[in-house]
């Protein structure tokens, strides 16, 4: 192991662009909070779950992901699951992440979809106060589920905007992605477009090329979420370089869910080398063995990344942030500064 590069990816301050809150639920506190809500988990230890993290693809992983949210019931359980991964992400020098996080997930368990802002925000607003960590918030729509339910619940939601103005900010589309297009959702998305949020979609990670052309032009969305199979297409390519569109692209998640069958065979590099936007992040970091710094070593190692292309990575999540372009500078100037050490 380069204990070099470790040092000098942890040092470099850092933007989380793709982050599902849900996806941070250690097993520990998944077992903390069952206990604390009285509920019966159908694992039996730590290590038992841990097992149970064994994916063939995404629809597999979403299984686990799902039942492991059903601990998730009260404003505290949010707020200590949010407050757990600022830490974390703290400790990687993470200087702002953007989190998206799935009411719907929570809203068919009863939970009020008040109680899941006031969570994730309390923990972000806290963070903000005692460390200086800036956030955003994404609400995500379930595209296994309807556009009539994504409208319901963008419905839901905007009653709150006001009281959470200092942090959501955008709206996403996740969950399974094969046979659930982005056109499916052009309805909902053009609504919130003309409210004003920025726009964001999973595409391109098990689904087709299609799929982010979709994402781009019926969504209008300002990044793709994954993007990994955008190679498959010269034009989208040529697209994606041109107009600047970030990649959020998560490599440890796509090595667990089988996307590749090793990461020395992800086509990060080759799409940073292309003159796309790439980002690296850590998607459901509990779930897929890292969170961002692991990320960043592991595919640079897998990857041959040169330090300069290591710092245009983290530069580009800076690039890609939905923040005023004053706090970009500041951001952007620490980087180039710890870049230099």
């Not at 068919?108 to 109680?115: D, F, G, L, Q």
């Not at 994404?138 to 419905?155: G, K, N, P, V």
């Amino acid at each position: 192991m380069d204990f070099s590069l470790i040092d000098f990816v942890r040092r470099l301050p850092k933007a989380e662009l793709h982050l599902h809150i849900e996806g941070t639920l250690e097993p520990e506190m998944m077992f903390s909070l069952a206990q604390r809500n009285g509920l019966i988990l159908p694992y039996a230890s730590v290590d038992e779950v841990r097992e149970a993290y064994r994916f063939s693809d995404l629809q597999s992983f979403l299984d686990v992901y799902y039942a492991g949210a059903a601990v998730l019931q009260t404003e505290q359980d949010f707020f200590d699951l949010t407050m757990a991964y600022v830490c974390r992400a703290i400790a990687d020098d993470v200087r702002h992440a953007e989190l998206f996080f799935d009411p719907q997930t929570h809203t068919a368990r009863n939970v009020p979809i008040e109680t899941v802002f006031a969570g994730i925000a309390g923990a972000l607003r806290q963070a903000r106060s005692d460390y200086g960590f800036s956030s955003r918030m994404i609400l995500c729509f379930l595209r296994h589920l309807s556009e009539e339910d994504a409208f319901a619940t963008l419905d839901e939601a905007l009653p709150l905007r006001a009281e959470y103005a200092d942090l959501w900010v955008g709206v996403g589309l996740d969950s399974g992605e094969v046979g659930n297009p982005p056109e499916k959702f052009a309805g909902v998305f053009a609504k919130a477009r003309e409210l004003g949020f920025r726009i964001v979609a999973h595409a391109g990670e098990e689904g087709p090329p299609s799929y982010i052309h979709g994402a781009l032009d019926t969504l209008r969305a300002e990044r793709i979420d994954h993007g990994v199979r955008s190679e498959e297409d010269p034009e989208l390519m040529r697209r994606l370089a041109l107009e600047k569109i970030p990649l959020t692209v998560c490599p440890l998640s796509n090595l667990k869910l089988c996307v590749v069958p090793h990461l020395r065979e992800h086509n990060l590099a080759k799409l940073l080398r292309s003159g796309l936007r790439v980002t690296i992040n850590s998607d459901d970091p509990a779930y897929f063995g890292g969170y961002i710094s692991a990320n960043f070593i592991q595919a640079a190692e897998a990857l041959a990344l040169s330090r300069d292309e290591i710092v245009q990575i983290a530069r580009n999540g800076f690039l890609a942030a939905f923040v005023t372009d004053d706090q970009r500078s500041l951001w952007l100037r620490d980087l180039d500064r710890a870049a230099s050490l």
